[in-house]
């Protein structure tokens, strides 16, 4: 999914065993966080006095991790569009280095928070997180290898929340969310925007849930007193194949952010879960979700526009 989006080696953050019970069960997990990546990028980083040669980035991608050649093909990266992206952004890479120092706060919290996915969803899969160092361009996506979270872009969105450590918890709930969700593996040819704003709003619920908050927390600011407005607007919108006025179209202006969306989908999901009976039953149809079944998830929801709704909502 496009979705925005640990430490040093001295932080020994390692491999965490998972809890194993049998299937069925509620289950206690911890992905692995791997971040050796963002070690070698600052050694080639530092090497380079804050300016390594294209030559230099090629090594640091050719030697990297699992999760980090499965992010250059995502995101097409060389050594020189990465050399490229520093000489235009120098300061995103510099400043990304302070980020570092919330990495073992993030990691500690996220040890709590990942596991209660498998207390919500027995199914859960628990892959690893892999922390790198791109071109500036992705805070944080999935892959067949797990979470892939950009150091540098993530580090510098502080539009999407102001504290740094609850923005890396919170966004890496986020897509560790989309790794449970089927629908989320494949886009279908021709969405139409209510399915994807419900991907992208369950996440960010389920994000909540176990994280504590949303990844986008000034959406929920932005539209406070709005709600009723923007949610018809997206009534009028929802069977378009147009996104752009909802989704994935950057950081927006202070008079329309970007991915309002996600704000939508989250409370039509917050919705259907308060209303359910069975909470558990509730995750598992978040969590499955697809093109055929968003319109009928929508109805049994109860939501309408600018309805009241908890501001959080407990685990069961």
Not at 171 to 199: D, G, M, N, R, T
Not at 203 to 213: H, K, M, V
């Amino acid at each position: 999914m496009r979705c925005w989006a640990l430490a040093m080696a001295g932080m020994m953050i390692g491999a965490l065993v998972g809890l194993l019970v049998p299937d069925g069960a509620a289950r206690a997990e911890t992905p692995e966080i791997r971040i050796q990546d963002v070690i070698d990028f600052y050694r080639v980083y530092d090497a380079g006095h804050g300016a390594p040669t294209a030559a230099a980035l090629q090594g640091y991608l050719d030697h990297g991790s699992d999760g980090l050649r499965q992010f250059v093909g995502l995101r097409h990266l060389t050594g020189e569009s990465m050399a490229a992206a520093m000489e235009k952004r120098p300061g995103m890479f510099a400043d990304a280095k302070t980020c570092l120092d919330v990495l073992p706060a993030v990691k500690r919290r996220l040890s709590q928070a990942l596991p209660r996915l498998g207390q919500l969803y027995p199914q859960a899969k628990f892959p690893p997180i892999t922390i790198l160092v791109g071109q500036g361009n992705t805070g944080g996506t999935t892959s067949p290898s797990g979470v892939l979270v950009g150091l540098e872009a993530l580090c510098g969105a502080s539009w999407m929340d102001p504290n740094p450590e609850d923005r890396f918890v919170h966004l890496v709930s986020h897509e560790y969310v989309h790794v449970q969700q089927p629908a989320a593996e494949h886009e279908p040819e021709h969405p139409v925007l209510l399915f994807p704003a419900l991907l992208e709003g369950g996440a960010e619920f389920l994000a909540e849930l176990i994280s504590g908050d949303v990844g986008y927390v000034r959406l929920k600011a932005w539209t406070k007193g709005r709600e009723r407005e923007v949610e018809t607007q997206f009534v009028t919108d929802m069977d378009t194949t147009n996104m752009t006025p909802w989704l994935y179209n950057g950081v927006g202006t202070a008079e329309r952010p970007g991915d309002l969306a996600y704000w939508v989908g989250y409370r039509i999901t917050k919705a259907y879960y308060v209303k359910a009976k069975e909470k558990r039953q509730a995750v598992a149809r978040i969590l499955t979700i697809d093109a055929g079944t968003a319109k009928a998830f929508l109805a049994d929801s109860g939501w309408t526009p600018g309805m009241i709704l908890p501001d959080k909502v407990a685990l069961p």
